[in-house]
């Protein structure tokens, strides 16, 4: 007797198992892809900017390279915002499940309609859905002033933490903007 396209599968007790210990696996691993924290909080790194244009430089040298760890604190800060706010934060917890699954713990690149969809508009798309769904529970004030407080947290330590210890990977992570010697 042939069975094609059954998947033969073994008894329910050891799948949830496998299933929970997989899923542990690709937690730690997914979120072993973001940069160490003490690579990002290094107080030897930090310094004042020479200039504006330096400034703005560091910022879009450290945005790229420390993307995932600035989705990270984003993401807190806005869970913070919504500790009183049940309905919010139900669906920030079901959000933070996109989030997950989408961009923390993907290890291929995305792919829709046969299309490869890089990781920035996966981030971008994630952030204005996140956004507008908490807008829709009614925590406007709660969600905009937690934006702002997260945009200034990242930006404030984007600019002031210095880029020449940080290296360019294989893969070009930081999207080629390290700052050239002027």
Do not use: C
């Not at 790194?45 to 040298?61: E, G, H, Q, Y």
């Not at 930006?155 to 700052?179: K, W």
């Amino acid at each position: 007797m042939t069975t094609y396209g059954t998947i033969q599968t073994s008894s329910t007790g050891v799948t949830s198992v496998e299933y929970l210990s997989r899923a542990k696996e690709r937690i730690k691993s997914g979120l072993g892809t973001r940069r160490p924290w003490k690579e990002m909080f290094r107080f030897s790194s930090i310094s004042v900017p020479r200039s504006f244009k330096d400034a703005f430089l560091r910022i879009k040298t450290n945005l790229g390279y420390f993307r995932m760890n600035y989705a990270i604190i984003m993401l807190i800060i806005i869970l913070l915002s919504l500790l009183w706010r049940p309905i919010s934060l139900i669906v920030f917890v079901v959000m933070m499940a996109a989030w997950l699954f989408l961009y923390f713990l993907r290890d291929e690149p995305l792919v829709i309609f046969n299309r490869t969809i890089d990781d920035r508009v996966v981030l971008v798309v994630l952030s204005i859905i996140t956004i507008v769904m908490l807008l829709l529970t009614g925590a406007t004030w709660n969600v905009i002033s937690s934006v702002l407080i997260g945009l200034a947290v990242v930006v404030v330590h984007a600019a002031i933490r210095s880029t020449d210890d940080l290296s360019l990977d294989d893969d070009g992570e930081t999207g080629g903007y390290f700052p050239t010697s002027s």
